[in-house]
């Protein structure tokens, strides 16, 4: 989902080429009077007086209403960063999704962006839960609040990766793991139907990633699930799973791995 190739941030110029409904000045014409059109634009700059700029972004194929479809937006703050005492380094970032159709209101959601790997993962739990922002009166103090609140709650992410990283998953465990998390990608008839070496989906695929603990094998299991670095039989065929690419399925499979990951914590 995450392409953080720069260290900078992008222009406005680079995020309308990646997804142009970003800028959009009107909202569409099926939305009701009572609807507040507010650009996505003005989201980032008010995200950007704040100290977060845009790493990535992306929206939705449409059809129908181009130009208003949803869109997602990736920010990051150079500032914030959680320094693992192994070198693991990763950094909050916040997930913002809108449309201009009057179907969805700003949503920010949690996530963190893992310098290993270079890989993005969702926060997901009771304490992150996601925030929304409605288009009928906001303003830059509503939005400041709302950043406040979930940068407040950063230490309890560090909590959460200082203990998946404390618990030890035997072999039996993992492979549990990695069979629920394929339950994530797949829906249950696929599921009947395919046959997976889940001792493939736990090999790591650099040194940093070798171990049992929860954070090595939960962070395996994800890149490889997103990536579709793993291959699959259908019958008789072989196939190369493919790398998700739609930004709604890959937020949802994200945190429901987040989900699986936190089940192995109590």
Not at 148 to 165: A, C, G, R, Y
Not at 246 to 266: G, I, V
Request: hydrophobic share 35%.
């Amino acid at each position: 989902m995450l392409n953080i190739q720069n260290n900078t941030f992008l222009t406005k110029e680079q995020i309308k080429e990646k997804a142009g409904s970003i800028f959009t000045k009107t909202s569409a014409p099926s939305t009701s009077t009572k609807y507040s059109h507010i650009s996505t634009e003005r989201i980032i700059d008010d995200m950007t007086l704040l100290g977060w700029g845009v790493i990535d972004c992306k929206q939705v194929r449409a059809r129908k209403g181009v130009g208003f479809q949803k869109h997602l937006i990736v920010f990051r703050n150079n500032d914030l960063i959680i320094e693992g005492k192994d070198g693991d380094n990763v950094y909050p970032q916040i997930l913002l999704t809108n449309s201009h159709d009057g179907k969805n209101a700003f949503t920010f959601t949690a996530g963190l962006f893992r310098m290993v790997c270079e890989n993005g993962l969702v926060v997901s739990d009771k304490n992150f839960e996601d925030m929304k922002i409605r288009h009928m009166g906001y303003n830059f103090e509503t939005l400041q609040e709302t950043i406040k609140s979930m940068v407040e709650k950063l230490p309890l992410t560090i909590d959460s990766m200082n203990k998946f990283k404390q618990i030890e998953l035997n072999q039996d465990m993992a492979l549990d793991f990695a069979k629920k998390a394929l339950e994530v990608r797949f829906n249950e008839d696929e599921v009947k139907n395919i046959t997976i070496d889940l001792n493939e989906l736990l090999s790591p695929t650099r040194p940093e990633d070798k171990g049992s603990d929860l954070w090595s094998v939960y962070n395996v299991v994800q890149e490889k699930l997103t990536h579709g670095m793993f291959n699959y039989s259908y019958g008789t065929r072989t196939r190369k799973a493919r790398k998700i690419k739609n930004f709604q399925q890959d937020m949802k499979l994200n945190s429901e791995l987040y989900k699986l990951a936190l089940e192995y914590t109590n």
